[in-house]
T-cell receptor, first 116, second 111 residues
Framework: GAGVSQSPSNKVTEKGKDVELRCDPI?????LYWYRQSLGQGLEFLIY????????KSGLPSDRFSAERTGGSVSTLTIQRTQQEDSAVYLC??????????????FGAGSRLTVL | KQEVTQIPAALSVPEGENLVLNCSFT??????LQWFRQDPGKGLTSLLL?????REQTSGRLNASLDKSSGRSTLYIAASQPGDSATYLC??????????FGQGTTLQVKP
């Protein structure tokens, strides 16, 4: 597709349940990022994938959070045993390469997670 | 640790007014700085990217400046319009290889 696609757009779940959020990056983009945006807050980095390299997981807030990227394309962010503080908008972005220069990230519309 | 701060958190102005949004960052060792726009329920749209060697970038009614040594950037919006109402986010690239964001300024332009 033309942009970064995320699903579901909205997810309401009960505390303690597991959730999976999906990101389909722009075709050919080798770098993929997950960010979290809590109410009234800026974007918080979670995890970064670059090609076949080991992902940078330094932003994951706890071991309940994990992510994988299959075939260098689609990525899934999994949150186990969800807590109310996990409620946020989860944004995915992709870029052509590791964006340390002029490359810009293209963001998806996000997945809004509400944990009751 | 890089920290990005945006002031003000919210701003309301009448249509036609010129305005300035401020962004500051604690570590001046950055590759570039970007300004994004975020509309409710939507993703981020990149507005301007300033490389560390540049002082400013312009796009239409938008002008962004960068003073790397003092750790500051401003986004100037000329002749504001109701369609400019959105949240504006500042983000910096450092040697961590990831964008570090400020908390944003929510702008409302009243007709």
């Amino acid at each position: 597709g033309a942009g970064v696609s995320q699903s579901p757009s909205n997810k309401v779940t009960e505390k303690g349940k597991d959730v999976e959020l999906r990101c389909d990056p722009i075709s050919g983009h080798t770098a993929l990022y997950w960010y979290r945006q809590s109410l009234g807050q800026g974007l918080e980095f979670l995890i970064y994938f670059q090609g076949n390299s080991a992902p940078d997981k330094s932003g994951l807030p706890s071991d309940r959070f994990s992510a994988e990227r299959t075939g260098g394309s689609v990525s899934t962010l999994t949150i186990q045993r969800t807590q109310q503080e996990d409620s946020a908008v989860y944004l995915c972005a992709s870029s052509i390469s590791r964006a340390s220069g002029a490359n810009v990230l293209t963001f998806g519309a996000g997945s809004r997670l509400t944990v009751l | 640790k890089q920290e990005v701060t945006q002031i003000p958190a919210a701003l309301s102005v009448p249509e036609g007014e010129n305005l300035v949004l401020n962004c500051s960052f604690t570590d001046s060792a950055i590759y570039n700085l970007q300004w994004f726009r975020q509309d409710p329920g939507k993703g981020l749209t990149s507005l301007l990217l300033i490389q560390s060697s540049q002082r400013e970038q312009t796009s239409g009614r938008l002008n962004a400046s960068l003073d790397k040594s003092s750790g500051r950037s401003t986004l100037y919006i000329a002749a504001s319009q109701p369609g400019d109402s959105a949240t504006y986010l500042c983000a910096v690239w450092g040697n961590t290889g990831k964008l570090i964001f400020g908390q944003g300024t929510t702008l409302q332009v009243k007709p």
